[in-house]
């Protein structure tokens, strides 16, 4: 493949470089490199090189993306939505491989380089969105990674072959086994717990736990996953995602949950949800050292038409949901859709540096607190080398 070389770059630490592009990663960074005689040249001045924005948690198999507009309808609590998408997915009879092509394609268009999906798994469903989620993968794996989180939207324990459901599709290919709210949707917090992390143990996949319930509910969750986590050796591959409860603890319960999040090194996901629900007080987690990513969720459907997949936005949404405003704060939101995701789905060599993997993504910044206040559209995103979108569009044929 011959390379490539963006002159003129300006680097995450502000200096001013060519990167010189081959093998799909970076060959060399300096002021005086010129191009190989089989390169072609980008003229990057004026542009910011960052590492491929990472999507720690999507919902790729159930987006409405590329249909027509769907009106909000459902009910206010997570049951209601839970029953009301079923619905919704089944009428509308649409194909979970053709919706999350659809979608990845606009999060590579926006410079997502890799997600973490979370797909359906249940007795509705069985392991169809799986399957489909997996051949859009496969069609793909030029242009964007694909992490897969089996995820049993509906519940474990009240839901009958759940289990073996998790269970075949982890053999199927997933490389995560995901929860949902032990206490508020099972009503059964060791039963739902020890089941996850059973499978997790006996086929060697990493674990992600959607938790939604509030306080003490969510914070006794939070204590139970740390200790099977101990107890079965999981260190550093447990996540939880949302953890809304972390954000409405008294403060030395907050630091009773840090210090098991510590030990055990399990990393929090948030995407700074709307409507003023509570969430995890980021900057102390941070400062505190524990591990952070975040993610679109759900990207335009039945749970919410606003959430757009792209990752700069969210950055942004972070920023300022959480009320930041300094460029050290923004920094922190642009590094959970970044190097946070990154570590989370265990990528090697991620980065802007060199031997890094070509997974990159230039915007016309002078900073990252500058690309992510104004997540500019004009983007230019390289996957392993390659040019995949430029001003905003994904160089991705058409679906039919
Ligand atoms: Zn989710």
């Known amino acids: ?42 003229d990057a001045r004026g542009c910011l090189v960052l590492p491929g924005l990472v999507d720690g948690h999507a919902h790729l198999d159930k987006t409405l993306w590329g249909t027509p507009w769907h009106p909000h309808q459902a009910g206010p609590t997570l049951r209601e939505r839970i029953d009301h998408e079923r619905r919704v997915l089944s009428a509308l009879a649409l194909s979970p491989a053709t919706q999350s092509a659809r979608l990845v394609r606009h999060m590579v268009a926006r410079g997502t380089t890799h997600v973490r999906t979370h797909v359906d798994v249940g007795p509705q469903v069985g392991l169809d969105h799986l399957h489909g989620v997996q051949r859009m993968r496969d069609a793909h794996r030029d242009w964007i990674d694909v992490q897969i989180v089996a995820f049993p939207q509906s519940g474990v324990m009240i839901q009958p072959d759940v289990l073996d459901l998790l269970d075949q599709a982890v053999l199927d290919g997933a490389e995560a086994i995901g929860g949902i709210d032990p206490i508020g949707i099972d009503g059964n917090l060791h039963g739902q717990l020890d089941a996850i992390f059973a499978i997790a143990m006996r086929r060697g996949c990493a674990i992600d736990i959607h938790l939604h319930d509030r306080g003490e509910a969510g914070a006794l969750t939070i204590e139970k996953i740390a200790e099977r986590t101990a107890v079965l050796g999981l260190r550093g591959r447990v996540s939880i995602s949302h953890a809304f409860c972390l954000g409405m603890l008294e403060p030395a319960r907050l630091e009773q949950m840090i210090a098991l999040l510590l030990e055990h090194d399990i990393a929090i996901m948030s995407h700074a949800p709307a409507g003023g629900i509570p969430f995890p007080p980021l900057r102390l987690l941070a400062e505190r050292g524990v591990r952070l990513f975040t993610g679109s969720d759900g990207v335009r459907d039945t749970w919410s038409p606003l959430n757009s997949g792209d990752m700069l936005e969210r950055a942004f949404l972070l920023a300022y949901c959480s009320g930041w405003r300094r460029d050290a704060e923004i920094e922190l939101a642009l590094r959970m859709a970044t190097h946070g995701g990154a570590q989370v789905m265990g990528l090697r060599d991620y980065g802007v540096a060199v031997g890094s993997v070509a997974d990159l993504l230039l915007v016309p910044a002078e900073t990252a607190a500058e690309a992510v206040a104004a997540h500019p559209l004009p983007r230019l995103v390289l996957k392993r080398g390659r040019i995949v979108a430029r001003e905003g569009r994904s160089l991705l044929p058409p679906l039919h």
């Open 1 to 42: 493949m011959a390379g490539l070389l963006l002159r003129g770059a300006r680097l995450p630490d502000g200096q001013s470089a060519n990167l010189a592009i081959r093998g799909g990663r970076i060959d060399a960074i300096g002021a005086e490199l010129s191009a190989a005689t089989d390169a072609e040249t980008i």
